[in-house]
């Protein structure tokens, strides 16, 4: 039996920042959805007990190192299983981009092995282990679009946005997720995740658009000046909105009008190599 999972792109929609905890994390709360750019993952049983990884698309490590693999490691000490599975990540998500590629194939592996391996761990479950691998992992086990607060672990569902295009540009850089949140230098409370949910349950773009915000953007943004062009670039060539999404480096442009995309997209592309334009996955093109 082979089973093949999707493993979607995840853009924060608001990123409020309220304290650091004492455990070095920061207390989050954010508004999580997901973009139909996506990872797939396959998934084949092994008699030996062992877990294989194989790429195609990037270079990544297939080790330890591999979140997917982390995952499935995870999943058989858990449950203490002697099967084995070989995993194949098709890549499409740029690596570390703030995009969660590797907690989206994480959580895509412990929904995937969950299944070939007739485990019946429930949702709730596969997101509790999956919080031990990195904190963006329980929202890409929920996918769709999520309030996420603790250190980004609790997931609460929330509907989804009203539908639009999102145009995905990531500059060629890389960022520390840690490093950016050690440079914060205040904090606020939660308001635009507030309003945001406001916006999402009244599904009205306009305020959605208004209401964008990530508290590590303007961190990225003085230490990369490039991210800031991207995002200058992005709101003159017409996007009804723009926000770097998680850490960075890639900002995300929201646009509504198809006949807008194409121009944005063209006007980055001169600019940028790494551009997609995709859409928000909403109840209507559920994957
Ligand atoms: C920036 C976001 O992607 C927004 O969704 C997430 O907050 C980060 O999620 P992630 O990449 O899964 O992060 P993790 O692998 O759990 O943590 C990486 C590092 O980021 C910092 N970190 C992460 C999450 C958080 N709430 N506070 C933090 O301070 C910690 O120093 C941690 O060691
Ligand atoms: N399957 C995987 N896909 C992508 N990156 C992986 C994977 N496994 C391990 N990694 C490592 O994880 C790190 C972060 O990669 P990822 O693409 O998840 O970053 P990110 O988009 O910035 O994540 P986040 O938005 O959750 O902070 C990279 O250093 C990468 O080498």
Partial sequence: MKYSVKAPAKIN????????RDDGFHEVK??????????????????????VVEISGGSLPLDERNLAYQ????????????????IYIHKHIPVA??????????AATLKGLNQLWELSLSK?????????LGSDVPFCVYGNTALATGRGE????????????????????????????QRIQSFHPAEATEKMIQAITARDYNKMCATLYNALEEVTLSLHPEVRRIKERMISSGVDAALMSGSGPTVFGLVQKESRVRRVYNALRGFCDQVYAVRLITDKIKK
Avoid: N
Wanted: charged share 20%; net charge negative; glycine share 8%.
């Fill in 97 to 106: 981009a703030g995009l969660a590629g590797g907690s989206s194939d994480a």
């Fill in 71 to 86: 995952a499935a490691l995870l999943l058989q000490k858990e449950t203490g299983t002697t099967q084995g599975a070989s």
């Fill in 13 to 20: 929609l608001t990123l409020d920042v309220l304290h650091k």
């Fill in 154 to 181: 609790k997931i609460q569902p929330i509907s989804s946005p009203p539908p639009c295009w999102v145009i995905l540009a990531k500059p060629p850089i890389s960022v520390s997720t840690k490093d950016i949140y």
């Fill in 30 to 51: 954010m508004v999580m959805t997901q973009v139909d750019l996506a990872d797939r993952l396959d998934f084949e049983h092994r008699s030996d007990g062992k877990i």
């Fill in 124 to 132: 709730e479950r596969l997101a509790h282990l999956g919080a031990t």
